[in-house]
C-alpha cells in the first residue's frame, strides 16, 4: 500500500516552485508503476521535485527503477530532483546499487527545500 | 512457523514479506538484518510472479517456508514456474555505471544475493526452490 501526496511550494520568497511528492507505505513492484504514472507528469523543464520519503518503510528494486526513470526524465528536461527523509535502509540498498552518488540525498524536508532553491 | 501458502500474484507480496518479518523475529534478527532478508525475498518472489507466471502465461501459487536452526534461519520459497536458476545471472555488468547510463533493470537478483548470508537454488520434482539463508545472532554464554 503506497500513499501519494503532491503539493507544490513557494518558496526563496516566492521566486520558486517546487513540487513536493510525499510518499508513505511501502514501494514494491505492486505500486512502483502507479508511482511513476502519477510523479512523472511533474517532471517537466526546469522543474524542480523534492520527493519526500520520511514515511517509506520498505523499498524493492522496483523502486529504484521508478526513481531511475524519474532521475533520467528530470535530468533530460534540465530539472532538478531532491530524495529527503531516506531510512538507513532505503540508503543502503541505494548505496550498494550504486545510486547514492547520483542522487542530491538530504535529511530533511527544510535542507530539501533550502538545496533547491540555491 | 507454518508455512505460507499464496497464490502466484503480485498481491501476495505483502504477505509474503509479513511472513519473512515474523519468522525473522521468531529467529531474534537484528532489525536491519530482517529488512535485508525480506528485501532478497521479495525481490526473488517478485521475479517469480512476473517473469516465472504471468509473462510465461503460467499460473501456479508459491509456498513460503521457515526453518530456525541454531545458527540460522533458513526462508524457501517455491513455485512451479520452468525451471529457472537466479545465480546463473551472474552480477550485473552495469553496477558501476553511471545510473543514467545503466539500463532499467537487473538489479533483483543482485540485491538478493548482497542481502543474505547464502542464496541457494534447486529444482526438485517440479519445483523451484529458493533458498534464502541468514546468520542467527550468536548467544552470550
Known amino acids: ?118 | 512457523m507454518q508455512p505460507l501458502l499464496v497464490p502466484g500474484t503480485l498481491d501476495s507480496l505483502s504477505a509474503i514479506g509479513q511472513y519473512v518479518n515474523a519468522a525473522a523475529v521468531a529467529a531474534g534478527l537484528d532489525k536491519k538484518v530482517a529488512y535485508r532478508l525480506r528485501l532478497a525475498v521479495d525481490e526473488i518472489a517478485t521475479n517469480i510472479v512476473i517473469h516465472g507466471y504471468e509473462e510465461s502465461g503460467l499460473s501456479g501459487d508459491v509456498l513460503v517456508l521457515s526453518t530456525i536452526t541454531d545458527n540460522s534461519l533458513i526462508i524457501t520459497l517455491e513455485d512451479t514456474s520452468r525451471p529457472f536458476d537466479p545465480r546463473s545471472m551472474g552480477r550485473p555488468d552495469h553496477i558501476d555505471k553511471p545510473v543514467h547510463e545503466r539500463p532499467i533493470g537487473g538489479l533483483g537478483v543482485y540485491l538478493t544475493i548482497q542481502n543474505v548470508d547464502k542464496f541457494d537454488y534447486e529444482y526438485v520434482n517440479g519445483h523451484n526452490r529458493n533458498i534464502f539463508i541468514v546468520n542467527r545472532p550468536k548467544i552470550e554464554a
Open chain 1, 1 to 118: 500500500m503506497i500513499e501519494i501526496n503532491i503539493e507544490t511550494l513557494q518558496a526563496g520568497a516566492g521566486t520558486t516552485s517546487i513540487n513536493a511528492i510525499s510518499l508513505t507505505g511501502e514501494i514494491d513492484a505492486t505500486n512502483a508503476a502507479e508511482i511513476q504514472r502519477r510523479v512523472m507528469p511533474l517532471s517537466a523543464p526546469g522543474c524542480k521535485l523534492l520527493l519526500d520519503m520520511t514515511k517509506v518503510a520498505y523499498m524493492s528494486s522496483a523502486g529504484l527503477r521508478m526513481l531511475l526513470s524519474l532521475y533520467r526524465q528530470t535530468s533530460a528536461k534540465q530539472g532538478r530532483i531532491v530524495l529527503v527523509g531516506l531510512s538507513d535502509e532505503l540508503q543502503d540498498t541505494m548505496s550498494m546499487t550504486g545510486f547514492l552518488g547520483y542522487f542530491t540525498v538530504l535529511d530533511s524536508l527544510e535542507s530539501g527545500i533550502q538545496s533547491l532553491v540555491s
